[in-house]
């Protein structure tokens, strides 16, 4: 018994250390010699490193940060739970929300992330493939309309309730559907905490659009 609870919690710590992986400061560290959080919103996500640095360095950010959610959900085929069951389904909500907060608040980088956008992405992925396939539909049309990054994912995120309750939820296990339902209302709450700022600043018509640019808008130093 105590070595399960101790697998357990080191698969717990385990998510949460990847999802410390603070891909925003680490890729602009080794390839632009900057670290993305003096610049722009200050922020270590993909959105702002699509501002200061350009598509070709926001894009394996953004896949990468998804990579390390969905890492995080798999983590629970260390364990002995069985597949397809509550408990199975409920740890791997456990492990997505860890990693989640672990990009939010990284051990490896003083514990100043990035928004959480792309790790829960990738924690939807693993989960319901379904649900990540319309909620990430609803972020591009989002985006293309209003340029905003921000307002996409909020709205993105008060629309997942909805995908997984109502339009997915009658395919859903029986052993899944509580626990399903229940994350994606958490899920929901913390992209919009982690955006409350950016809420803010639309209300206000003081939030940047985002631009596709190639270059980095800033001058890189050289090494």
Avoid at 30 to 48: C, E, F, M
Wanted: proline share 3%; with cysteine; aromatic share 10%.
């Amino acid at each position: 018994m105590t070595a399960t609870v101790l697998l357990y919690v080191g698969l717990v710590i385990a998510a949460y250390l990847l999802g410390s992986i603070s891909n925003a400061v680490w890729v602009g560290k080794a390839l632009y010699y900057i670290d993305v959080r003096q610049y722009g919103s200050k922020n270590a996500g993909t959105t702002n490193v699509l501002r200061v640095l350009g598509w070709k360095a926001a894009l394996p950010v953004f896949i990468l940060d998804m990579a390390k959610g969905a890492a995080a959900v798999c983590l629970v085929f260390f364990s002995a739970l069985q597949p397809e069951t509550n408990s199975f389904v409920g740890f791997q909500i456990l492990l997505g929300l860890t990693a989640m907060l672990g990009h939010i608040f990284p051990v490896f980088a003083g514990f100043k992330g990035g928004k959480g956008v792309a790790t829960i992405a990738g924690v939807v992925s693993a989960l319901h493939p379904s649900a990540m396939a319309m909620s990430l539909g609803i972020f591009a049309v989002c985006l293309l309309i209003s340029r905003y990054v921000s307002l996409s994912s909020v709205v993105t995120a008060l629309c997942f309730p909805f995908i997984v309750i109502v339009v997915f939820g009658k395919w859903l296990n029986v052993e899944e559907t509580l626990t399903l339902k229940l994350f994606s209302i958490v899920a929901m709450a913390i992209i919009l905490i982690t955006h409350r700022k950016n809420m803010m600043r639309l209300w206000r018509r003081q939030e940047g659009k985002i631009v596709f640019r190639k270059r980095p808008s800033i001058t890189i130093p050289e090494k």
